[in-house]
C-alpha cells in the first residue's frame, strides 16, 4: 500500500476485555515498530520486528501485552485485560531496514471506560 | 541503554525567523543515526531530517538542517524562514546502526515550537 494503515483509527472497549489492533506496513519493509503515544509526550517504544523475529519487546509494560507478525508482513498487538491506564494513541511503523527512517500510520485511538 | 534528551518543553519563533532547537544523546556506540520527526496538530508523525553519524557533513532539507557534534553528542534543529505551517511538536531519535536490519528507535519527549504570524 502506499502508507502504513492500522486498525481500527478508534477503539473504545469496557475495563477487562481483549482488544486486538493491527499494523499493516509498507509493502517490503523488513521492520515493524510498536509504540504507544500520551497526549503531548514522544512516542514510547513497545517491540519491534525484524521480519517475523521480534527482535526487543522490552517496552511491553506487562504480561497482558503481546505482539506479533507471524508472516513478516503484517503485526497484530493484543491487550488482555485492558485497564483504563492503557487508554493511548498506539502507534506502529515501518522501515526498510539498514538505518532507515520510519514511517509511521496514523495510529489507534484505545480508551477504556 | 541510550537516553534522549530534549530539555526545552517549547519555544516560540515570529514567522520568517530563525530558530534552533536542541537535542543531546547519550550512547556508547560510534556508529548510529539520529532523526528529527515533527507531529502537527493533525498528530502525524513526519520525518524531517535524518543525520549518519559517520558522516562529518551535517544533513539540510530545504529549510531545515542540523548542526551535529559528535564529541559533545549533540543533534540541533536549525528551521530557517519559519513558516506558519511549521507550528508542531517536534522529536529528537537515536537508532544504533546494525548490519542489514533496523534497531530501536528512541526518542525524545520533545519540543513544542509556535510560529507567530
Known amino acids: 500500500g502506499a502508507g502504513v494503515s492500522q486498525s481500527p483509527r478508534y477503539k473504545v472497549t469496557k475495563r477487562g476485555q481483549d482488544v486486538a489492533l493491527r499494523c499493516d506496513p509498507i509493502s517490503g519493509h523488513v521492520s515493524l515498530y510498536w509504540y504507544r503515544q500520551a497526549l503531548g509526550q514522544g512516542p514510547e517504544f513497545l517491540t519491534y520486528?525484524?521480519?517475523?523475529?521480534?527482535?526487543?519487546k522490552s517496552g511491553l509494560p506487562n504480561d497482558r501485552f503481546s505482539a506479533e507478525r507471524p508472516e513478516g508482513s503484517i503485526s497484530t498487538l493484543t491487550i488482555q485485560r485492558t485497564e483504563q491506564r492503557d487508554s493511548a494513541m498506539y502507534r506502529c511503523?515501518?522501515?526498510?531496514?539498514?538505518?532507515?527512517?520510519?514511517?509511521f500510520g496514523n495510529g489507534t485511538r484505545l480508551t477504556v471506560t | 541503554a541510550q537516553t534522549v534528551t530534549q530539555s526545552q518543553p517549547e519555544m516560540s519563533v515570529q514567522e520568517a525567523e530563525t530558530v534552533t532547537l536542541s537535542c543531546t544523546y547519550d550512547t556508547s556506540e560510534s556508529n548510529y543515526y539520529l532523526f528529527w520527526y515533527k507531529q502537527p496538530p493533525s498528530r502525524q508523525m513526519i520525518l524531517v531530517i535524518r543525520?549518519?553519524?559517520?558522516?562529518?557533513q551535517n544533513a539540510t532539507e530545504n529549510r531545515f538542517s542540523v548542526n551535529f557534534q559528535k564529541a559533545a553528542k549533540s543533534f540541533s534543529l536549525k528551521i530557517s524562514d519559519s513558516q506558519l505551517g511549521d507550528t508542531a511538536m517536534y522529536f529528537c531519535?537515536?537508532?544504533?546502526?546494525?548490519?542489514?536490519?533496523?534497531?530501536?528507535?528512541?526518542f525524545g519527549k520533545g519540543i513544542t515550537l509556535s510560529v507567530r504570524p
Open positions: 511503523a515501518s522501515s526498510q531496514g539498514g538505518g532507515s527512517p520510519l514511517h
Open positions: 531519535a537515536f537508532m544504533r546502526a546494525l548490519t542489514g536490519a533496523n534497531s530501536k528507535l528512541t
Open positions: 543525520q549518519e553519524a559517520y558522516k562529518q
Open positions: 520486528f525484524n521480519y517475523e523475529a521480534q527482535q526487543d
